[in-house]
């Protein structure tokens, strides 16, 4: 399987979790269960007046894609330079839902780029509070001055993971420092930026061909005691010690996990629902069946599935049918072309301009 297929995979699939959620994103479980059965939720359901919508996770997730390409296209490569470029990427997302920054109120219309001409994104679709207070004031040294944990971070970070190839020494674990500083920018609390850099770190082990149970033992390595990350090593270990008794996942057994609602909970939901899925399908629907953030939850375990899998996994069924497809398709073949290095390419430099 190439790069493109997996590239392809893990944005379209954390598309299509994130969609599969959206209906039931702030329902109990004995109301998911009230409306759609005792199955729960199988197929996608009106959202946002539609089938297939996504929601700000999907909306965050393209524009960290968006930011890593025009920083590779500025020609910056340290960790500061790139999270500068990305932040400004989520104040423009910070646009799209009614909302400014002191950061971009002069900045000329030549600098929005391609991805914020795509009206559907133009459209409010629950946004953390975190990232929306943050961002209407971002700190000066791109440094969240809050204790907040949530998702907001972890749900928007697997393109790091599409983007840093696993390295050697010092470079080894490079997406997961940039993808924990990425979730700093909204998200202070360790157990909030540590998880984040853990997926993407995750993302690009699983990009490099492992399969999940060692790359979730790899990109562990990548925890130190310094960082403050006793909460997600335990969420890790909670999620794999889960997947490993021999019983059926249920509903019941997601909540043990607890509701997703920080990141280290959404990580270790997803991380089990993935270890355990029997497909693609089979892996979303039961991630997104529990009273918690069920469309964040479908989101990265789509994405760990989608990556493993590549495209070809999903079925055209919940392809077909999802909110801002193509634009997802485009994004997805021009992160497959940073990989291989065609930042200098014309085509890359007009779609996404020098900041």
């Given at each position: 399987?190439?790069?493109?297929?997996?590239?392809?995979?893990?944005?379209?699939?954390?598309?299509?979790?994130?969609?599969?959620?959206?209906?039931?994103?702030?329902?109990?479980?004995?109301?998911?269960?009230?409306?759609?059965?005792?199955?729960?939720?199988?197929?996608?359901?009106?959202?946002?007046?539609?089938?297939?919508?996504?929601?700000?996770?999907?909306?965050?997730?393209?524009?960290?894609?968006?930011?890593?390409?025009?920083?590779?296209?500025?020609?910056?490569?340290?960790?500061?330079?790139?999270?500068?470029?990305?932040?400004?990427?989520?104040?423009?997302?910070?646009?799209?839902?009614?909302?400014?920054?002191?950061?971009?109120?002069?900045?000329?219309?030549?600098?929005?780029?391609?991805?914020?001409?795509?009206?559907?994104?133009?459209?409010?679709?629950?946004?953390?509070?975190?990232?929306?207070?943050?961002?209407?004031?971002?700190?000066?040294?791109?440094?969240?001055?809050?204790?907040?944990?949530?998702?907001?971070?972890?749900?928007?970070?697997?393109?790091?993971?599409?983007?840093?190839?696993?390295?050697?020494?010092?470079?080894?674990?490079?997406?997961?420092?940039?993808?924990?500083?990425?979730?700093?920018?909204?998200?202070?609390?360790?157990?909030?930026?540590?998880?984040?850099g853990y997926f993407a770190q995750l993302?690009?082990?699983?990009?490099?061909?492992?399969?999940?149970?060692?790359?979730?033992?790899?990109?562990?390595?990548?925890?130190?005691?310094?960082?403050?990350?006793?909460?997600?090593?335990?969420?890790?270990?909670?999620?794999?010690?889960?997947?490993?008794?021999?019983?059926?996942?249920?509903?019941?057994?997601?909540?043990?996990?607890?509701?997703?609602?920080?990141?280290?909970?959404?990580?270790?939901?997803?991380?089990?629902?993935?270890?355990?899925?029997?497909?693609?399908?089979?892996?979303?629907?039961?991630?997104?069946?529990?009273?918690?953030?069920?469309?964040?939850?479908?989101?990265?375990?789509?994405?760990?599935?989608?990556?493993?899998?590549?495209?070809?996994?999903?079925?055209?069924?919940?392809?077909?049918?999802?909110?801002?497809?193509?634009?997802?398709?485009?994004?997805?073949?021009?992160?497959?072309?940073?990989?291989?290095g065609a930042e200098d390419d014309e085509?890359?430099?007009?779609?996404?301009?020098?900041?």
């Amino acid at each position: 399987m190439g790069d493109a297929d997996r590239i392809a995979g893990c944005l379209f699939g954390g598309a299509v979790g994130d969609a599969l959620g959206a209906p039931v994103e702030f329902m109990s479980l004995e109301r998911i269960r009230e409306a759609f059965g005792p199955q729960g939720i199988q197929e996608y359901a009106p959202a946002y007046g539609r089938l297939g919508a996504i929601t700000d996770d999907t909306q965050m997730t393209l524009f960290t894609a968006e930011g890593l390409l025009r920083a590779r296209v500025n020609g910056s490569r340290p960790i500061a330079g790139v999270r500068s470029i990305v932040s400004q990427a989520y104040e423009r997302w910070l646009r799209t839902q009614g909302e400014s920054s002191d950061r971009i109120l002069g900045a000329e219309p030549e600098q929005d780029g391609w991805l914020l001409s795509h009206r559907e994104l133009w459209s409010r679709r629950s946004p953390g509070h975190t990232c929306i207070d943050v961002l209407r004031d971002p700190p000066a040294d791109f440094v969240a001055r809050n204790h907040s944990k949530g998702c907001g971070g972890i749900i928007r970070i697997a393109p790091v993971g599409l983007v840093c190839r696993v390295g050697v020494g010092s470079d080894a674990y490079q997406a997961f420092e940039l993808g924990a500083e990425l979730a700093a920018l909204t998200h202070g609390h360790p157990s909030g930026y540590v998880s984040s850099g853990y997926f993407a770190q995750l993302i690009a082990f699983l990009m490099d061909g492992h399969a999940l149970r060692v790359a979730v033992e790899l990109a562990r390595s990548a925890l130190l005691p310094s960082m403050k990350a006793e909460e997600v090593v335990a969420a890790i270990e909670r999620a794999s010690v889960l997947a490993d008794e021999d019983v059926a996942p249920t509903s019941e057994r997601i909540e043990r996990l607890g509701s997703g609602w920080t990141a280290e909970e959404a990580l270790s939901i997803a991380l089990y629902c993935a270890l355990v899925a029997e497909d693609f399908e089979h892996g979303i629907r039961i991630a997104v069946n529990h009273g918690g953030d069920s469309d964040s939850t479908g989101a990265l375990t789509g994405s760990l599935l989608g990556v493993m899998g590549g495209i070809g996994a999903i079925g055209q069924r919940w392809l077909a049918p999802l909110e801002l497809h193509d634009a997802i398709a485009e994004i997805a073949a021009d992160l497959a072309r940073l990989r291989e290095g065609a930042e200098d390419d014309e085509t890359i430099a007009i779609k996404y301009p020098r900041s």
